[in-house]
């Protein structure tokens, strides 16, 4: 812009460039707009929202209740087993329940031994069922019940 001192001069020939610059910053931002974005593609596998169906609960097992008698005389639930069928029993009875439940619901052995049973009679029985892959065994005191 130039400024004149003198009052009485003519009239000014300079353009109005205003209307011009708006014109172009509106087909800037148009342009921008439309211009299409360089970008890469990306093909992310997004986890996809599952329903909550909770898996059907199962009750455990029963367990398998073995008595040691102080004559060394093996029950298992209420049954004489013979010492030398104890660890086919044992392993009969793992290999028909892991097929029908999951592998966490392996059925539990309770051992309740008579004070006066022999020491080495309970150890056959404990490594009969440790050879059956059985590892959920627990004692049961005779005066619990």
């Given at each position: 812009?130039?400024?004149?001192?003198?009052?009485?001069?003519?009239?000014?020939?300079?353009?109005?460039?205003?209307?011009?610059?708006?014109?172009?910053?509106?087909?800037?931002?148009?342009?921008?707009?439309?211009?299409?974005?360089?970008?890469?593609?990306?093909?992310?596998?997004?986890p996809q929202r599952s329903p909550n169906?909770?898996?059907?609960?199962?009750?455990?097992?029963?367990?398998?209740?073995?008595?040691?008698?102080?004559?060394?005389?093996?029950?298992?639930?209420?049954?004489?087993?013979?010492?030398?069928?104890?660890?086919?029993?044992?392993?009969?009875?793992?290999?028909?329940?892991?097929?029908?439940?999951?592998?966490?619901?392996?059925?539990?052995?309770?051992?309740?031994?008579?004070?006066?049973?022999?020491?080495?009679?309970?150890?056959?029985?404990?490594?009969?069922?440790?050879?059956?892959?059985?590892?959920?065994?627990?004692?049961?005191?005779?005066?619990?019940?």
């Amino acid at each position: 812009m130039a400024f004149s001192s003198g009052a009485g001069s003519g009239p000014k020939s300079d353009m109005n460039v205003v209307p011009l610059i708006d014109i172009l910053l509106v087909l800037l931002i148009i342009f921008m707009v439309t211009a299409p974005t360089p970008s890469l593609r990306i093909n992310v596998n997004l986890p996809q929202r599952s329903p909550n169906v909770e898996p059907p609960r199962t009750e455990p097992p029963p367990p398998l209740q073995l008595r040691i008698s102080a004559t060394g005389e093996v029950t298992v639930n209420n049954t004489l087993q013979p010492m030398p069928t104890l660890q086919a029993y044992f392993e009969d009875i793992t290999q028909v329940r892991t097929q029908l439940l999951p592998v966490d619901q392996q059925p539990r052995l309770e051992i309740e031994v008579d004070p006066e049973a022999e020491y080495e009679t309970l150890a056959k029985v404990l490594a009969r069922a440790r050879n059956a892959q059985l590892e959920k065994i627990a004692f049961v005191d005779q005066a619990a019940q």
